[in-house]
């Protein structure tokens, strides 16, 4: 009997194992593909069009129905590429449309090719769903070539759906080819964050114990501490942390990098025009660099009206350009060497109140400015509603984040420029906040997630660790600062502890995540015949310590940086022990 039940037990593990190998083997990869280049001819669709019927269009319009009052066709080039045409439209989502049948356990990555008629014009996809309408990105289409459209969507009930596209501008045709909808369940979804973490976060490092005759060493220990992380995770801070030694203790025992709240905005810097005053900025850098914290600039200037010096809006445009050039020169001057980053003008997607006073090319002329008077500092772009969601038209959508980018460069800005994306979260849309970030790495820039924290609810905590997970996954991804900073009132979004810094559920969800970092899987570990231990490390800062076999005062200690590989197999570390 006991043998019986020992082999069903074995069959019963071999058959989860074989599970587990196939689902390896078989999951679908994640394409990370993006161009935001306008091309005469679409690229074939992604994961060869998925769940799409007639994704390239080349069996006419099977699969396809008109939506709203739109005329629909097939149209084909001289080359002989085949797409569909909606024309004749008369309301945003005359359009075309399929129907599907969509799973609240998956998530599903959308892309498609867009083309109008004539001049250019914003086009969203759109999922009507029985529980209301699900927008899974948008793309500026152009007459003459074609433009990639990427983003995705999760539902929250299964049910029948219906693909369409929408344009507020109805005069223009709606062109579409090589569409795609690929389902991923939630298991896939995580073997491509580990994919990328191993990929991209992490190296494979191999200890080798040696003697003083450099014989290998079986059956040595190795030990490793790990001292600092290399990939930037902060928090903010703001004036409350002065002198409050809890605040500081619970900071400072996790992070090496912030961002300061409001202490180096316009209106705290300067409330009257003439009177500086920096005393609380000066005493937070002395306090981060007291602590060897690296802090990010947040802003120079803000586009909003309603976010400037009380005095400021009321200028005329000559005493605001005067007023604008002293606090940039003022500022930046007071701080240069010091901050590894600067929001030089922040949301100026969103907004335009300097465009409005001293000219179209004003955030233009501004970072070129910046480059100017502290050019070892990064200076960035800074948006909300990038990442964050997909609604069809926002200012600081991915395709208009890099055509403002775009459009700093023909102004004839080339020096240095980053990606700064909010991420104030309601509900994550994990496929679309993917392929966000997908289209902007196409810039070619570095990347930070600048002001991260989701709304109070009942899943505040099980979605940050969702979004984090996320962003720390995505090769593109240089850095992720959390908008935390605590005051007693509370704090903007989402505390990470209460008033006596114990943590709350957020606060234990960045521990959990920072221990994660640290952890070094099979440690202690032996070598082998070879003398050789392997491991994979997170990218960062360790104490190794190599112990013979015959006790610890035969021993060896090294401090090691672990970087990217680079194309190397593994990074060989050599430690001699003398017996």
Not at 167 to 196: C, G, M, R, Y
Not at 481 to 497: D, E, F, K, N, V
Request: charged content about 20%; overall charge neutral; aromatic content about 12%.
């Amino acid at each position: 009997m006991a043998k019986k039940l020992l082999l069903n037990s074995c069959l019963v593990l071999s058959f989860i194992i074989n599970l587990i190998f196939e689902f390896r083997v078989h999951a679908v990869p994640y394409d990370h593909t993006f161009t935001h280049e306008c091309l005469a001819k679409p690229l074939k669709p992604q994961y060869n069009g998925g769940i799409v019927t007639n994704s390239e269009l080349n069996e006419k319009l099977k699969g396809w129905a008109k939506f709203g009052n739109a005329n629909i066709a097939h149209g084909e080039s001289n080359d002989g590429n085949k797409y569909i045409i909606a024309s004749k439209r008369k309301q945003s989502f005359d359009s075309f449309s399929q129907n599907f049948l969509l799973e609240k356990n998956k998530l599903y990555t959308f892309s498609a090719w867009l083309q109008v008629s004539h001049g250019k014009a914003d086009i969203s996809a759109i999922f009507k769903t029985k529980n209301g309408y699900r927008n899974a990105g948008s793309v500026v289409a152009r007459k003459g070539c074609w433009s990639m459209l990427k983003g995705g969507l999760a539902v929250n009930v299964s049910g029948p759906a219906k693909l369409y596209f929408e344009s507020n501008n109805t005069k223009v045709d709606i062109w579409a080819d090589s569409i795609s909808l690929q389902p991923f369940t939630h298991q896939e979804w995580k073997s491509h964050q580990d994919h990328n973490i191993h990929k991209f976060r992490k190296s494979s490092v191999k200890f080798q114990a040696v003697d003083q005759h450099n014989q290998p060493i079986p059956n040595a220990t190795v030990s490793l501490k790990h001292r600092r992380h290399s990939f930037p995770f902060g928090v903010a801070i703001n004036k409350n942390i002065i002198g409050n030694s809890a605040y500081q203790n619970w900071f400072t025992s996790r992070f090496k990098y912030t961002v300061f709240e409001n202490e180096l905005k316009w209106y705290a810097n300067e409330v009257q025009r003439g009177v500086e005053d920096y005393s609380i900025s000066d005493a937070l850098v002395k306090f981060a660099q007291s602590n060897r914290v690296s802090i990010r600039g947040h802003n120079v200037f803000w586009d909003n009206e309603s976010d400037q010096p009380s005095w400021v809006p009321g200028l005329s445009s000559n005493d605001l350009r005067a007023a604008a050039e002293q606090r940039i020169k003022s500022v930046m001057n007071r701080y240069k060497g010091q901050l590894f980053h600067w929001d030089v003008v922040n949301e100026n997607l969103h907004w335009s109140f300097f465009e409005s006073k001293l000219g179209a090319n004003a955030s233009t002329v501004f970072y070129e400015m910046a480059s100017g008077i502290d050019g070892e500092t990064t200076p960035f772009l800074n948006e909300y509603n990038t990442i964050e969601q997909s609604s069809g038209g926002d200012a600081a959508a991915p395709s208009l984040y890099l055509a403002k980018i775009e459009q700093m460069r023909e102004e004839g800005y080339n020096g240095h420029l980053g990606i700064g994306l909010q991420g104030h979260f309601s509900d994550p849309n994990l496929p679309y906040i993917r392929a966000a970030i997908d289209q902007l790495a196409s810039a070619d820039l570095p990347i930070w997630i600048t002001e991260l924290d989701v709304k109070s609810g009942p899943n505040q905590a099980t979605y940050l660790e969702q979004i984090i997970r996320e962003l720390h996954s995505h090769w593109a991804v240089d850095g992720i600062i959390i908008w935390s900073a605590w005051s007693p009132q509370g704090c903007y979004r989402m505390c990470l502890t209460d008033n006596n810094f114990n943590n709350l559920e957020t606060g234990n969800v960045v521990d959990k995540i920072i221990h994660e970092w640290a952890h070094i899987a099979d440690l202690p570990g032996t070598t082998d015949s070879n003398g050789v231990f392997g491991a994979s490390l997170f990218h960062g800062e360790y104490e190794v310590k190599i112990s013979h076999p015959k006790g610890g005062e035969y021993s060896s200690f090294q401090k090691i940086s672990v970087l990217p590989n680079e194309g190397v197999q593994d990074m060989a570390i050599r430690f001699e022990i003398d017996i």
